[in-house]
C-alpha cells in the first residue's frame, strides 16, 4: 500500500474545529460592537445638545432689530425674547412655551443678567424630555454685548 498519500483538504474534525472557535470569537465580539453602537448614539446626542445651546446663544448675540425675518427659538419669537430681557435687569424665561409639545426634544432655561448698561450674561440651560442614559444637561454662559 502507498502510505505517503497527498493529503488534501480538511478532515470533518478540523472543520468543525475551525467553526467552533470562529464561533467563540464572533459571541465576544458582538457584546463590544454593541456597547461601541450605544457610545456612538449617545455622543451623538450630546452633540445635538450642544448644537442647540449654541444656536440659541448665537441668535440672542447677533439679533438685529432692523432685520425682522420671523426668527424664533422654540416656540417663541427672537423679538419677543430680546424684549423680554431688555424690560428686566434679570429674568428667567423657560421654553417651549407649551411644555406638552411634542414636537421639540429638549426643555430649554434661559437665565440673563445685565452686568451694566452695554453687557447681557447669558445662561442657557438645554435638558432631554425623555432622560437617556448617560446625556446629561448642557449649560453654556456667556458675556454678549447688548443687541
Given at each position: 500500500m502507498n502510505k505517503n498519500k497527498n493529503k488534501k483538504g480538511f478532515l470533518?474534525?478540523?472543520?468543525i474545529m475551525g467553526l467552533f472557535l470562529l464561533g467563540i470569537i464572533v459571541v465576544n465580539c458582538f457584546p463590544l460592537l454593541n456597547i461601541a453602537i450605544?457610545?456612538?448614539?449617545?455622543v451623538k446626542r450630546k452633540v445635538n445638545i450642544v448644537f442647540v445651546a449654541e444656536s440659541i446663544m448665537e441668535k440672542i448675540k447677533f439679533y438685529d432689530y432692523d432685520f425682522l425675518d420671523g426668527e424664533s427659538i422654540f416656540d417663541m419669537e427672537l423679538k419677543e425674547l430680546v424684549d423680554i430681557f431688555?424690560?428686566?435687569?434679570?429674568?428667567?424665561?423657560?421654553?417651549?412655551?407649551?411644555?406638552?409639545n411634542r414636537a421639540y426634544e429638549y426643555f430649554c432655561t434661559i437665565y440673563k443678567n445685565d452686568i451694566n448698561d452695554k453687557?447681557?450674561?447669558?445662561?442657557?440651560?438645554?435638558s432631554p424630555k425623555v432622560d437617556k442614559k448617560n446625556v446629561k444637561d448642557v449649560i453654556l454662559q456667556s458675556i454678549i454685548p447688548k443687541p
Open positions: 470533518l474534525i478540523e472543520v450605544d457610545n456612538i448614539n449617545i431688555n424690560n428686566s435687569d434679570s429674568v428667567i424665561v423657560k421654553l417651549p412655551i407649551d411644555e406638552e453687557l447681557w450674561k447669558i445662561s442657557i440651560h438645554i
